[in-house]
T-cell receptor
Framework: DVKVTQSSRYLVKRTGEKVFLECVQDMDHENMFWYRQDPGLGLRLIYFSYDVKMKEKGDIPEGYSVSREKKERFSLILESASTNQTSMYLC???????????????FGPGTRLTVL | QKEVEQDPGPLSVPEGAIVSLNCTYSNSAFQYFMWYRQYSRKGPELLMYTYSSGNKEDGRFTAQVDKSSKYISLFIRDSQPSDSATYLCATQPYNFNKFYFGSGTKLNVKP
């Protein structure tokens, strides 16, 4: 079974703090993703990475950065947290391959971040 | 216009009912279609995956894709209270790693 783990389930931070969200997958997947999920807005892609040290902006990258130094780990960084970044953050990974049944995303349990 | 549109619900049905969940998409380049189920305070989990028009069945669940009208559906037969969750549709273009999600439909199955 694919396992995607996130470092924290719940996190409370103060405005202006630097926040690190960690994600680790154990299936040797090439692609990793960070989303935020808000009521009524669904899943919105922040950043994704298709290889080590590679990253691509998603739909809402402002206020975020990412780091992928190792294949299994993808970190999301909030340089200076703001209250409008209070949200559920979901990490996902997916393989790149010819088997269509496996070319889909597997999600972690999510981190509910509250910025006060 | 969003790439994938989904009615947010909530949808409330009695136990045993047939449930129909629907999405529309705008880009004919989308080739792969998925349904995810998300329980409260959990991450989404893959429920169904298909890449062709027509029906795909898995137990009580049937995924239907109509590429001509850009319409995807998930049917749940004999719905159970344990099916109460948010259901997200998702699509992916051919040979491209980005996924596009609907906003999710919240389903409540009453005992």
């Amino acid at each position: 079974d694919v396992k995607v783990t996130q470092s924290s389930r719940y996190l409370v931070k103060r405005t202006g703090e630097k926040v690190f969200l960690e994600c680790v997958q154990d299936m040797d997947h090439e692609n990793m993703f960070w989303y935020r999920q808000d009521p009524g807005l669904g899943l919105r892609l922040i950043y994704f990475s298709y290889d080590v040290k590679m990253k691509e902006k998603g739909d809402i990258p402002e206020g975020y950065s990412v780091s992928r130094e190792k294949k299994e780990r993808f970190s999301l960084i909030l340089e200076s947290a703001s209250t409008n970044q209070t949200s559920m953050y979901l990490c996902a990974s997916s393989p790149t391959g010819s088997r269509l049944e496996t070319d889909t995303q597997y999600f972690g349990p999510g981190t509910r971040l509250t910025v006060l | 216009q969003k790439e994938v549109e989904q009615d947010p619900g909530p949808l409330s049905v009695p136990e045993g009912a047939i449930v129909s969940l629907n999405c529309t998409y705008s880009n004919s380049a989308f080739q792969y279609f998925m349904w995810y189920r998300q329980y409260s305070r959990k991450g989404p989990e893959l429920l169904m995956y298909t890449y062709s028009s027509g029906n795909k069945e898995d137990g009580r669940f049937t995924a239907q894709v109509d590429k001509s009208s850009k319409y995807i559906s998930l049917f749940i037969r004999d719905s159970q209270p344990s099916d109460s969750a948010t259901y997200l549709c998702a699509t992916q273009p051919y040979n491209f790693n980005k996924f596009y999600f609907g906003s999710g439909t919240k389903l409540n199955v009453k005992p």
